[in-house]
């Protein structure tokens, strides 16, 4: 029936499916003859498809993909070592021509465990278009895990139900073929399977309005249009990105709480002081920014009067509270690292919220929220508030996590998470004089699952904020802008 292709081997292959899949075959195999034209006749679909997965997955990694058809989306991928499975001979024939530095493999990926030939863990695995086909998706997803490690993400991506006639119709007119019947999961159904099967849902997204070029004016409405409040959701792709569902690391974790301060020689030794033993082992950074009060000095004392306490510090060579964090996070030996403002706004007293909130695995990157409780009088004005709450909203669409609060100064992440954030910093570059934003956006783009501790806001006690509520306004709506063009506008 096809060039290439063993006919016995492909005989022996329908035979183990229901009917259903036997029909679904049958179509893939024919499919495949034709399929590096259909890509070709669909080259701007598939553009817009693939270069949404290219920002969820960094170059360079282990990637399983199933379903992978004749392995273009895998490719696109570009994986340190990339491992293909799909149920048609015919695909995995045309995609070893194709493609031959990657691995392509005939099985069922509802009983992929069967398949000898993929091994071990991967840090991404990839299902697009894929569970249309299934006979029990609940049973495909949980056979996931055992190619997952505890940071795998798996992304499942499938078409909108909205655009299921149209779809149907288009297919019939182009191939004179009727259709499968598939299954039509929402992005909802799919999170539903997830959480069935042990993994924890990080974030949704939807994607390609316009499947063709239009003359560039459909590249256009999907990187402005289609990603814009209500309308995303009459998007063609859905997307859905998970992780394990975590568990309790084990054992006490070092931890470095980094201290960046400016002018805040009345909070150093109360920010020593008062910081909980909530593990065994607390490194405390301090690293001062060009102090006109005095701070390097005290620092200097209070390291000196507190032997017993870990304490380290540096000198800034840059400026801003982004340029401290890097310098700290870079000198920290800590496998869980912490960011507590010297203002001592946020109670030191409550960090060890955020590492019971990190060590239990309820989020990998655990933010503060200071928008959850009533604050102290004269904490935050009325002006910076509404502020905050408007940004909030809006960085909660932008990251498709919810956001409470993205200008509270303590965040918290494991090391190794840090590190991946700064090799993908070049993605966003040397943009934000915060910190935050570095922080925020970095965690996004290697989809950490984000936690947020509320806090009680405290009135400063000594000193004077260095954050100007208008100028730094016009530049928290910057960073909207940039988060826009970096995260939607792709």
């Given at each position: 029936?096809?060039?290439?292709i063993?006919?016995a ?12 899949k ?8 024919w499919?495949?003859?034709g ?16 270069r949404?997965f ?18 273009g ?8 070592e ?8 015919a ?17 069922d ?17 990839v ?54 019947p ?46 814009l409040?209500l ?31 400016r ?34 000095e005290?620092i200097?004392?209070v ?6 306490i ?9 400026k ?15 496998d ?18 955020f ?56 965040k918290?992440l ?53 954050i ?23």
């Amino acid at each position: 029936m096809h060039e290439n292709i063993d006919r016995a081997t492909s005989a022996d292959v329908r035979r183990k499916y229901t009917d259903r899949k036997q029909r679904a075959l049958e179509q893939a195999d024919w499919r495949a003859i034709g399929r590096g034209a259909w890509l070709e006749r669909h080259r701007f679909y598939y553009e817009e498809d693939w270069r949404y997965f290219q920002f969820l997955v960094p170059e360079g990694k282990r990637v399983l993909d199933l379903g992978c058809g004749t392995g273009g989306l895998l490719a696109a991928l570009r994986p340190s070592e990339g491992v293909g499975v799909d149920f048609s001979p015919a695909m995995i024939e045309r995609a070893k021509k194709t493609h031959p530095s990657l691995k392509f493999v005939q099985a069922d990926i509802e009983n992929v465990g069967e398949a000898t030939e993929v091994e071990g863990e991967f840090d991404t695995i990839v299902m697009s278009d894929t569970v249309g086909s299934l006979d029990d998706c609940l049973d495909t997803f949980q056979s996931l895990h055992r190619y997952c490690r505890p940071d795998t993400r798996v992304i499942v991506s499938y078409h909108s139900r909205i655009w299921e006639p149209f779809l149907l119709l288009y297919i019939h007119l182009t191939t004179n073929q009727t259709a499968r019947p598939s299954n039509w999961l929402s992005s909802q159904d799919i999170a539903n399977l997830f959480d069935l099967s042990d993994f924890d849902v990080i974030k949704r997204e939807w994607r390609v309005l316009c499947p063709f070029r239009l003359l560039g004016l459909g590249r256009l409405i999907n990187r402005y249009v289609a990603t814009l409040p209500l309308i995303r959701k009459l998007c063609l792709r859905n997307y859905v990105v998970a992780r394990p569902r975590p568990r309790p690391l084990a054992g006490d974790l070092v931890t470095t709480v980094l201290i960046p301060c400016r002018n805040e020689r009345g909070n150093i030794q109360a920010a020593v002081e008062r910081i909980p033993r909530f593990c065994p082992d607390i490194e405390i950074v301090f690293v001062e920014g060009n102090s006109t009060d005095g701070t390097w000095e005290e620092i200097q004392r209070v390291t000196a009067a507190f032997p017993a306490i870990d304490i380290k510090s540096f000198k800034q060579t840059g400026k801003g509270k982004g340029d401290a964090v890097r310098l700290g996070f870079s000198k920290a030996r800590g496998d869980v690292l912490m960011i507590l403002d010297a203002d001592l706004t946020m109670p030191p007293e409550d960090l060890p919220k955020f590492y019971r909130a990190l060590t239990t695995g309820k989020g990998e990157f655990i933010n503060g929220s200071r928008l959850v409780y009533p604050m102290e009088k004269q904490a935050m004005r009325l002006l910076n508030q509404i502020a905050n709450y408007i940004f909030a909203l809006l960085f909660t669409y932008l990251l498709n996590q919810r956001h409470t609060d993205t200008l509270c100064g303590t965040k918290v992440l494991r090391k190794r998470d840090y590190e991946e954030i700064s090799r993908n910093r070049s993605y966003f570059g040397d943009f934000d004089p915060f910190g935050d934003f570095d922080l925020i956006f970095g965690a996004s783009k290697i989809n950490l699952k984000t936690a947020e501790v509320p806090i009680r806001y405290a009135a400063r006690t000594y000193g004077e904020t260095n954050i100007s509520r208008f100028r730094h306004g016009l530049l928290l709506l910057r960073m909207v802008a940039f988060a826009f063009k970096k995260l939607k506008a792709l």
